[in-house]
């Protein structure tokens, strides 16, 4: 973390900020914390992410409040202290416009985004772990000085995360395509199910669950996210409709066929591009689905077994239905790991389907 020494103070713990609080003060860094809502405030340094009260004066402030108040706070710390402001929002065009309005000189801001985060909000949802391994984005804008930057390069790999540098942009142009139209699509399929009858919805399986976890997230946080960011959407959302008019036309055919597998087949490529964890390339994962009886211990028996198989589990999905005496967990592994750890299972006892 080199140049950051702290304090940090962090406007809005909720979330974000709390997360970021958490994460500095694995090492030690004093963080202090400011929320408009003092119950959040307080809760957060209850949880450890920092204290209420710090009287140095900051090295570094990070403003994790919505998108819509994020300039005005930013112009307001930059009046305050000397420090370096920086913010998390999850647009970066809009913040800056409204910092500019607010302050002349921006020279000590630099915006950044943390790309990760939950659908949950507040500060009883926040990790000290969210960003460990996570992308950071960093979006200077033309008067940004070197050292603001660095700066916030140093929060973004304190806080565990690796840093991309882009404009601001781009950067609204990237999410929009990686975060926010999936958020809307999530929702939209959501929605259908509001009216869904409980005999349609019992047979929910793994497929609803992940198109539908980001439904949940705060329409209020969402609806700022989205609007700051409709002109870059906005493409997307239209060639969404024109990708949805070709269903409905292929639907509507005797033989749906070709136009249908044609847009499905679009789907499997681009899902393929979207890189694994810790932002590396993309690896096609094999997995083994493993049957888990609803008993306390089991689950950790599991991850010993297939530790004993040597395989390395790149991923884990849990499917466990209320009511139901047994539960189904998915171990996502390298193609090559998947007879080695099926065998292991196997013999130590395990129901495995491939
Ligand atoms: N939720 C995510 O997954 C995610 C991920 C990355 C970035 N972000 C961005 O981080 C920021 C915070 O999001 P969050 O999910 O932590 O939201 P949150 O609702 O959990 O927390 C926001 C906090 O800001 C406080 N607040 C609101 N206005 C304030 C003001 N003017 N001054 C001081 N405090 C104020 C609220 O009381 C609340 O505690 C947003 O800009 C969001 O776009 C969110
Ligand atoms: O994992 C999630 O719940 C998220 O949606 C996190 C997510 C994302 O789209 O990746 C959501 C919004 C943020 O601005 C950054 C991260």
Redesign the pocket.
């Known amino acids: 973390m080199s140049g950051l020494r702290g304090p940090v103070r962090v406007v809005g713990a909720g979330l974000i900020g709390t997360s970021i609080g958490l994460a500095l003060a694995r090492l030690g860094v004093v963080v202090e914390l400011v929320d408009a809502n003092p119950d959040n405030a307080l809760m957060a340094e209850r949880i450890g992410a920092g204290s209420r009260l710090v009287q140095i004066e900051p090295q570094l402030v990070v403003v994790a409040v919505p998108p819509d108040h994020v300039g005005a706070v930013i112009a307001e710390q930059l009046a305050q202290t000397d420090a370096v402001v920086t913010d998390a929002?999850?647009v970066k065009s809009k913040p800056l416009t409204d910092a500019r309005l607010l302050a002349s000189d921006l020279s000590r801001y630099v915006g950044s985004?943390?790309?990760?985060?939950?659908?949950r909000n507040g500060p009883l949802a926040a990790r000290a772990d969210l960003f460990d391994g996570a992308t950071w984005a960093i979006t200077p804008h033309s008067s940004s000085s070197p050292e603001a930057v660095e700066l916030v390069r140093c929060l973004a790999e304190a806080c565990g995360a690796r840093t991309v540098e882009l404009s601001v942009e781009d950067h609204d142009l990237a999410?929009a395509r990686?975060?926010?139209l999936?958020?809307l699509m999530s929702s939209l399929a959501a929605g259908t199910l509001v009216d869904a009858p409980n005999s349609h919805l019992q047979l929910s399986g793994q497929g609803v669950r992940d198109v539908t976890?980001?439904a949940a997230?705060d329409p209020g946080l969402w609806t700022q996210?989205v609007s700051a960011n409709s002109a870059a959407l906005t493409g997307l959302l239209e060639q969404i409709r024109d990708e949805l008019d070709r269903v409905l036309v292929a639907l509507g055919k005797e033989e749906a066929g070709d136009e249908l597998t044609s847009v499905l087949a679009r789907g499997v490529s681009g899902a393929i591009r979207v890189p694994g964890k810790h932002g590396t390339p993309h690896i096609e994962l094999v997995s083994v689905l493993v049957t888990i009886p609803d008993r306390p211990g089991q689950l950790a028996r599991l991850f010993n077994d297939a530790a004993a198989s040597g395989a390395n589990v790149e991923d884990l999905r849990i499917d466990h239905s209320p009511g139901r005496p047994v539960g189904e967990v998915e171990l996502l592994v390298k193609p090559g790991s998947d007879d080695q750890l099926t065998e292991t299972l196997t013999a130590r006892g395990w129901v495995v389907h491939r």
Do not use: K, T
């Open positions: 929002a999850s985004h943390p790309m990760a985060g939950s659908e999410v990686v975060s926010h999936p958020q976890r980001i997230g996210i």
